[in-house]
């Protein structure tokens, strides 16, 4: 409880801290980086003299010290953590999903038959490139999630409580430019 709720400003004793503005916590740094080195940082904390920081004091200051000198440790050596995009969606995605908007408005401001027709070869083409897109990121994700099933057993139940989570309806159905909703009449078409 007393090491989630503490927090420190960039002032220390040494001032050796890089300045980041505001307040740091232990949760703004990745400590499962690569570039953590953790027999650095074992040997930063072995070298400080714990005797004389915590002779003659109580029990709450002698914790405020050790996480103050700890979150300042681990400021210096860990690289913190890199702010997540707001977008998921893949930049080759998006920019199909644009392409598709546009073609769509502009097939609905024609008014040729010939560059309806041209425009929806091109819709066409837009949603089989996206289909495509997504059965390879699809593969990725299943070849990234079988590499590190081993290593790190919780990608694979992550990938696998997604799978159960995704909507699996079948349709809308397009025959001859009309659309099926109904989930009967898709049933009946299938068979």
């Not at 050596?77 to 893949?90: D, V």
Request: proline share 4%; charged share 35%; hydrophobic share 30%.
């Amino acid at each position: 409880e007393v090491t989630t709720n503490f927090k420190t400003n960039n002032r220390d004793i040494n001032n050796e801290t890089p300045n980041y503005g505001g307040e740091m916590d232990f949760w703004q740094l990745n400590f499962h980086n690569d570039n953590v080195s953790w027999s650095t940082i074992n040997k930063e904390i072995n070298d400080i003299p714990w005797h004389t920081l915590f002779n003659g004091k109580n029990t709450d200051t002698c914790i405020n010290i050790l996480l103050s000198c700890l979150l300042m440790l681990c400021i210096k050596l860990i690289p913190r953590k890199k702010p997540r995009s707001k977008s998921k969606i893949p930049r080759e995605r998006k920019k199909l999903l644009n392409r598709m908007k546009m073609l769509k408005r502009e097939k609905h401001r024609t008014y040729s038959k010939l560059k309806e027709k041209m425009l929806e070869k091109k819709i066409h083409e837009t949603e089989t490139m996206l289909i495509h897109h997504r059965k390879e990121e699809r593969r990725t994700k299943e070849k990234k999630v079988i590499e590190n099933m081993k290593n790190n057993p919780k990608v694979l139940f992550d990938y696998i409580n997604k799978q159960k989570d995704r909507d699996t309806k079948i349709g809308p159905f397009k025959i001859q430019n009309e659309y099926i909703y109904d989930q009967k009449e898709i049933c009946k078409l299938l068979v």
